[in-house]
């Protein structure tokens, strides 16, 4: 079943698919809707709840992070060295003088930090001897508490403790441990005790809305409010509470409750919000947002019609062009218009029909310029046949007088004849890519021969390639150019001995070549101009770019040929190739 319904789904069009999917979305979410709304009765208070935990956790979080920051508050006064300092000299001055300059000193100190806290009401600091110094609002506290004060600092051991001494009244208490640079003695030095405005805090973290009452209590006793909207009593019965929320019916109207306890201080967050009011505005807004689900409902199923029309169309013309294209009929594609799709447009399916009509430009662009590259290929493969017969001439021209320079004992112009003839056949015969080292130095020995009759004992040529590389596979045409190079400008222009010399290794699956000659050698300059193909090796000889560039379409970039000159001394072209051993190879 599953199967089959797939494979139907599978089969329909992109216009019918996105109908269907925006539907099953729509219709799935208003499905859910109806069932949550059903449900909607039966879990209202646990989602009253799960919404005013959230925001009770929310303000107690935030409460709770201003009271860590009192606590900071309390750590940083403790620790300040200049408290420490004159809670130390206090202690052991007897001079009456000096004590009052000493409590007058730590009195600055406190309005400093009192001062800058927006939440502190005041601060003081009680002594050994038990004289107060305050800082903020100047209300005092009884002798009795004071007491409670200290043992309950000594108590913690100098960690912070909070007293909750009847409605908004919360105190921050600690004691001063001494410590004197990196010694630690922990002696008591006196105690701080910290008023906090615990009614500021919570009108800056908790956004109460009209009517709803925010309850902080400390078991029996209450933090917050100062003043309840409530009498004790049933405060008192809802923190006795088994259930952590509930609706409650006051004489002042209908509550709903709850209630989540802190980890961190262990107070009671209470909070009570007027049912009513509340009940009415939801159902409201139930009511609303049916009707608003409804209407988006209408208003998909028509721009999802819209939206996949306006893709569909566009696919629809460019598979009729697709279709004219598998016909051949390349003539026509040209009067077919986007339809749907403007000129300009960016979308996908825009973008997909232009680059089709670029890509059909192009294909009649390369018909035509193969059509025109054919032309000249049977015009070329013309002028080839023609051209065979000079080759052939000048060939059998070049046996005639070899077999006229043998009848008559002339042997170098028959060595020198049959030189010329192997050279221009290896020239002009260009078949293949690579040869074997050895047949590219014949091409060289035959060059050489021939320049050896013009040059005699000035010219000294020699080779010094191990029998095991001359199979290894280089392009043809690589070292006669070399030598003629060398020949031309390293010879010629002197009159001395000319000493030129190829040489060849391998390492691992790299061959080295280098083609030497002890000429003149060359500037920096010449050899720049000779690097970019601007100075040739003759005049219509083959330039060492064009070697160069041959080598790299070869056999990559990281393969080439590189020149080193020392005028006077050495002129070298290093030749680095892959070591490759076989046959000829064909282009």
Known sequence: MFTRIKSAYNNLGIHRKMLLLISVLLLGSFAFYALVLSNLYETYDSQMYEKTSELLNMSSVGIENQLKDMEHLSFKVVTDEQLQRYLTELEQTNSVYQKNVLRKKLTNRLIAFAGSEPFVYSMMVIDKEGEVMSAGNREGIPAELRTDLTTLADQNNGANAWYVGGKSSLLAVRQFKAFTGSTFTLKNLGT?????????????????????????????????????????????????????????????????????????????????????????RITWMKRLVTIIFIAIFLLGLAFGTRLSRSITRPMERLLQKMRTVET???????????????????????????????????????????????????????????????????????????????????????????????????????????????????????????????????????????????DALIPKLTLQPLIENAIHYALEPSVNVCHIRIVARHEED????????????????????????????????????????????????????????????????????????????DV
Do not use: C
């Open 192 to 280: 701080v005790i910290i008023r906090i405005r615990i009614d500021r805090i919570v009108d800056k973290q908790v956004h109460q809305s009209a009517g709803s009452t925010l309850v902080i209590a400390d078991h029996q006793e209450i933090v917050y409010p100062e003043k309840l909207s409530f009498s004790e009593t049933e405060i008192n019965q809802e923190l006795s509470r088994n259930q952590p929320y509930g609706v409650v019916n006051l004489p002042e109207g209908g509550y709903f409750s709850a209630r989540i306890q802190s980890p961190y201080t262990g107070w009671t967050y209470l909070h009570m919000t007027p049912f009513d009011p509340m009940f009415e």
């Open 328 to 470: 051949g009929n390349l003539d026509r594609l040209e009067e077919l218009t986007l339809g749907p799709v403007p000129e300009g447009s960016q979308t996908e399916v825009g973008l997909l029909h232009r680059t089709f009509n670029r890509m059909l430009r192009r294909i009649s662009e390369l018909i035509d310029e193969n059509y025109a590259k054919q032309l000249i290929i049977r015009e070329t493969e013309l002028k080839a046949l023609q051209a065979q017969i000079n080759p052939h001439f000048l060939y059998n021209t070049l046996e005639s007088i070899n077999w006229m320079a043998k009848v008559n004992k002339q042997s170098k112009i028959s060595e020198m004849v049959e030189a010329l003839g192997f050279l221009l056949r290896s020239s002009v015969n260009m078949s293949e890519k690579l040869i074997p080292l050895g047949r590219e130095l014949d091409i060289v020995y035959s060059y050489v021969t021939i320049q050896q009759m013009r040059f005699e004992e000035r010219l000294h040529f020699e080779v010094d390639i191990p029998d095991d590389l001359k």
């Open 510 to 585: 790299v061959l080295y070549i280098s083609v030497e000659d002890d000429g003149p050698g060359m500037t920096a300059e010449f050899l720049e101009r000779l690097h970019s193909g601007q100075v040739q090796t003759r005049g219509e000889g083959i330039g060492l770019s064009n070697i160069i560039e041959r080598i790299r379409l070869t056999f990559g970039s990281e393969y080439g040929m590189e020149i080193e000159s020392l005028p006077g001394v050495i002129t070298a072209f290093h030749i680095r190739i892959p070591y490759e051993r076989g046959e000829a190879q």
